[in-house]
């Protein structure tokens, strides 16, 4: 009910009795000029007149006309809803009885339309000083109606047939309680229910509803659901196809040419020229002569051409010419050839860098609807390092990347299985890159081969499968980030080097993606779903590559495991708590028993555990080396990523829009990676020290979680989100039992030294999750 409130207090800052917005409001009203905005949508008037009335070109004056209208109604909104500030504040609220009453009124409606007839709503006034007011409501609900009886009265029994078979569907349901809102959403499923099964003219209109309030005692109700006849045929006429026409080069009219006519499948393809392949085509028509209208395949086969990347619009128009029931498909080709540039900024592990990339997109290369692409990229970005806690350097990372996809799946089934298929999306892809990173601590490369399918569900599930995801990768290590490698195997027996040895990674990956309820939206409840299966070095055992043994390369055989749940609760208007969890595992089976690096886990970051610097946290309760200068780096020495086979993290984070484009959150993240084997330190003479645990034990591991919680501040332009988290330590699982618990020890600022864990600064582009 908190939209129903006419009259709103002031909000306040921080619970506290002071009132920034209404100071904004009026700041912003002091310096608002209405009387010279008016003057300027009056010389922009003129101008513009002026322009159109001198003009000979009726092209020029549309640009005009459009241009003024713009311009105009920009400054209007201005004028009507005051400059920036006044938009992001707000006036002081004046109490009004005029809407005191208004209040109680849509209070009594709410009840009412929720089943509460019976309801009564009073409002009480009670002085605070001279100049303030408080309002209590008290509301007497009284007792909810329920449904006890419902009737239909529908003369067709086609359609009374098909309500009675869809009943478990149906939105009114003897026993439930009466909601207005299920009225209107069961005449809108009715509407679609006959609309899907030939009824092409029905209108919601014709469904009513009476409601008998005095049916039984117990505040039962008898509903009568009735289906009117209209008054012109006097009854619902159900539609079949006669015949499906398809211009596929609608718009084009070329002198003295006439369109050539195709006969495919039942449908009648025109066209000047044979540009599409109408074999592919009518894999995504799902409607066809014979067949009863169906509004759903309608907006299907609609949705399906669209998705072929190949069309500037897709219309589907029906009409009756002869007493012939026709539909005819309207599309207009895209351009072949497509440029689209980018500069922009990403933001990688908390660091920012300047991007740029290229792209060129042929469309319907051999004319089966398949586009061909080819892009590059460059970027320099801010990273972590991996030898150093408190540094950042620039990296440069680029990519060639060329791909082509195939709208059917490239595999031999029979043609009328592929025509099955066309309802799925179905897509093949093939793509061919070449990777480059350059970063202090190692140069790296990847040549890379991909070839798989995707395909859809219902449009809230995706598939992928990469039959073939080959790669060749190459490194180069600087002498420092050598000896860490070095150091790590003589030290704890880290197989680490391994993976930056030559080498040849070589995976077959499943995917499935679950989208339900448009995750990210603001006004509803969403969640989403992926998770993934992937098998590394199967190839080996099937196929000998000769390049393996030309080069020398390193092999890798593992299974790898995904899965991430997001989800997002709608709790009012301007508030969202958004929740997640990450799940991963990563098991190499054969010698050198290790993973390729971009196969293992990480933890810390601004979209992992925010109290931890980037890929930082973990694995376990394992301690990283003691600071050299507790001051400046508080109690451990982050200068290590500590990669892990087993991931761990959820996090909560509640979000609220706090004025303009100005939201605010706060978060509570709990996370880890660990290994499967331990890892052990040496000393100088080979005795093992007592270094915490990295190893998954069942019994231990919920007690190595890292736990953080903070702060933060997001700038939500629609089009961009920055983002500004604080993550603080609240549980440290590598300090000793018993002094793990941190969150009193948090400072903002050095020196910090070994009682002191210092607060992490995120920066990022988007929400993190």
Known sequence: MQDLFVMENNKKFLGLPIHLLVQFYYIGEKNFKPEKLEQKIEKVETKFDNKISKSTSQKKIINLEFKKRNKTEALRTKLENGNILMKWGEPITVFDSTKLQLTIERLQDFLFNNGYFLNKVSAETFPVGNKKVNITYTLFPGPQYTLDTILYKIPDTIQFNLIQKSKKSSLLQEGSPYLQDNFSKERERIDILFKNNGYYDFSRQYVEFDVDTSHRQGHKIAVLVQINDP????????????????????????????????????????????????????????????????????????????????????????????????????????DRYQWSNEVGLSVTQGFPGPYYSLSLKKRNIFRGLENFEISGRIGYEGVASATESNNAFQSIDAGLNASITFPQFIFPFKEETRYKFGRL????????????????????????????????????????????????????TDSAFQQLLDDLFINEGSTLFRTFEPSFVSSMLFSMAWNHGNYGNQDANSTFLRWSVESGGTFQDIFQFPIVERQGLQQFQYLRLTGDFR??????????????????????????????????????????????????????????????????????????????????????????????????????????????????????????????????????????????????FRFNFSFLILRFDVGIKVYDPARLEGDRFVLDKAKFFRPFGVDREPVIFNVGVGFPF
């Open 231 to 334: 008054a012109k045929r006097g009854y619902h006429k159900k539609f079949t196809i006669d015949e499906v026409h398809f211009t596929t080069d609608a718009g084009v009219n070329p002198p003295s040419r006439i369109r050539t006519r195709e006969y495919y499948r039942g449908t009648e393809f025109e066209y000047f020229e044979r540009l599409h392949s109408t074999r592919i085509l009518s894999q995504r028509i799902f409607i066809h002569p014979g067949e009863l209208y169906s509004r759903e395949r309608t907006f299907e086969t609609q949705r399906q051409l669209a998705n072929l990347d190949n069309f500037k619009f897709v219309n589907v128009n029906f009409d009756t010419v002869d007493g012939k029931f026709i539909a005819r498909i309207f599309t207009n080709p895209l």
């Open 425 to 476: 999306n179905p897509r093949t892809r093939a793509l061919v890159g070449v990777n480059y990173t350059d970063r202090p601590e190692y140069i790296r490369s990847a040549t890379t081969f991909n070839y798989g399918y995707s395909w859809e569900n219902r449009r809230i599930r995706r598939f992928d499968l990469t039959l073939a995801n080959l790669s060749v990768i190459n490194s180069k």
């Open 567 to 712: 989800s997002l609760i709608v709790l009012d208007k301007k508030t969202i708590l958004a929740e997640r969890l990450n799940v991963g595992v990563g098991y190499s089976y054969e010698d050198p028993k290790v993973l390729p690096y971009e196969k293992y886990f990480f933890a810390g970051g601004s979209n992992s555990v925010r109290a931890w610097r980037p890929r930082r946290l973990g694995p376990g309760s394992f301690r990283p080396p003691l600071s050299e200068n507790p001051e400046g780096d508080g109690l451990f020495n982050y200068q290590n990523e500590q990669p892990g086979e087993i991931l761990l993290e959820g996090s909560v984070e509640l979000r609220r829009k706090l004025f303009g484009f100005f939201e605010g959150a706060v978060f509570l993240d709990a996370g880890n990676v660990w290994t499967f084997q331990p890892r052990t330190i040496s000393d100088s003479e080979g005795n093992v020290i007592e270094n915490g645990n990295s190893q998954f034990r069942l019994k231990e591991f919920y007690k190595e979680f890292g736990i953080g919680t903070g702060f933060g």
